[in-house]
């Protein structure tokens, strides 16, 4: 049986401001990680390694990342009138910062 190639194996590259999409600006992020643990939460780019995603945050917001954690979210059956639909698959990171440096999102 032949071997799948692995997405992250592409010659893509990113630059930061492809590989961010947009803060996850909800409740939960904000109290529980953003105020105790000076963790923020991104939508990011599905190839985008954690190299990555550190590199573009220290570029776009001009701080220090200490650590990078990642979740590959599946998509979920959402029922529609034509039928049953898929909503799309994303990536999320949640980025911890060193604890001198803050990001005002929100």
Same mark, same amino acid.
């Given at each position: 049986m032949p071997r799948c190639k692995d997405?992250? +194996?592409t010659k893509l590259t990113l630059e930061p401001y492809q590989i961010i999409i947009r803060p996850i600006v909800t409740e939960k992020a904000f109290h529980n990680s953003a105020e105790?643990?000076?963790?923020?939460?991104?939508?990011?780019?599905?190839?985008?390694?954690k190299t +990555?995603?550190?590199?573009?945050?220290?570029?776009?917001?001009?701080?220090k990342v200490v650590r990078v954690n990642t979740q590959n979210?599946?998509?979920k059956k959402r029922r529609t009138r034509n039928g049953v639909g898929v909503t799309r698959s994303w990536k999320k990171a949640m980025v911890t910062?060193?604890?001198e440096h803050r990001l005002d999102l929100y």
């Amino acid at each position: 049986m032949p071997r799948c190639k692995d997405v992250t +194996d592409t010659k893509l590259t990113l630059e930061p401001y492809q590989i961010i999409i947009r803060p996850i600006v909800t409740e939960k992020a904000f109290h529980n990680s953003a105020e105790k643990k000076n963790t923020y939460t991104f939508e990011v780019h599905k190839l985008a390694s954690k190299t +990555d995603i550190k590199a573009a945050i220290e570029t776009l917001y001009d701080v220090k990342v200490v650590r990078v954690n990642t979740q590959n979210r599946g998509g979920k059956k959402r029922r529609t009138r034509n039928g049953v639909g898929v909503t799309r698959s994303w990536k999320k990171a949640m980025v911890t910062l060193d604890q001198e440096h803050r990001l005002d999102l929100y």
